[in-house]
């Protein structure tokens, strides 16, 4: 078992780019979780997403940010026209129901320059 | 607002000591508490959950405590060594398990 996997580790992208972020979770995993921490900053809670479900988007800015966990593949967290401010580390975790631990990915640096 | 206030926000102490991290907390209810290691650059690792109706949880040279009357947690490391230079970071659940509050971690750095 390889553990929560998030591609890539490091993402540059000049403003207005897209950024795409990708998690695959552990396997027997169904609940994923984003995260982003800002430099200096703790984590902040983004998108809790089920199978093909978004169950909690609270987090996630109403605008140029979107994710989705589809019923085969990665989950995937997507910020389109990027800003300097985007810049951050986002972390995905997972667990197998929601009172069990979660498991943290090594997270994607994405820098917007 | 639930909220998750640690303290101190850095802490330096010699290799062979012990310390203590604090936090505090005012989810409620909440349905468990947790102590996350991060390394820099890497993700957070769990040491230890703790359910409202658990004192005390061990890990190593970690133990963590939870008093749920005074909504205190405290993690306390024995014996340091250079690899325990990190973040700690401490996470309340709440009833469903769904939504973390994290607070904004102790950086810990371990001297020779």
């Known amino acids: 078992n390889a553990g929560v996997m998030q591609n890539p580790r490091h993402l540059v992208r000049r403003r207005g780019q897209e950024a795409r972020l990708r998690c695959s979770p552990m396997?027997?995993?169904?609940?994923v979780y984003w995260y982003r921490q800002l430099p200096e900053e703790g984590l902040k809670f983004m998108v809790y997403?089920?199978?093909?479900?978004?169950?909690?988007e609270s987090g996630m800015p109403k605008e140029r940010f979107s994710a989705e966990f589809p019923k085969e593949g990665p989950s995937i967290l997507r910020i389109q026209q990027v800003v300097r401010g985007d810049s951050a580390a986002y972390f995905c975790?997972?667990?197998?129901?929601?009172?069990?631990?979660?498991?943290f990915g090594s997270g994607t640096r994405l820098t917007v320059v | 607002k639930n909220q998750v206030e640690q303290s101190p926000q850095s802490l330096i102490i010699l290799e062979g000591k012990n310390c203590t991290l604090q936090?505090?907390?005012?989810?409620?209810?909440?349905?468990?508490l947790r102590w996350y290691k991060q390394d820099t650059g890497r993700g957070p690792v769990s040491l230890t959950i703790?359910?409202?109706?658990?004192n005390t949880k061990s890990n190593g040279r970690y133990t963590a405590t939870l008093d749920a009357d005074t909504k205190q947690s405290s993690l306390h490391i024995t014996a340091s060594q250079l690899s325990d230079s990190a973040s700690y970071i401490c996470?309340?659940?709440?009833?469903?398990?769904?939504?973390?509050?994290f607070g904004g971690g102790t950086r810990l750095m371990v001297k020779p």
């Open positions: 396997k027997g995993h169904s609940h």
């Open positions: 936090c505090n907390y005012t989810v409620s209810p909440f349905s468990n």
């Open positions: 996470v309340v659940a709440d009833p469903a398990g769904n939504m973390l509050t």
């Open positions: 703790m359910t409202f109706s658990e």
């Open positions: 975790a997972s667990s197998p129901r929601t009172d069990y631990g979660y498991t």
């Open positions: 997403l089920q199978k093909e479900n978004i169950i909690d």
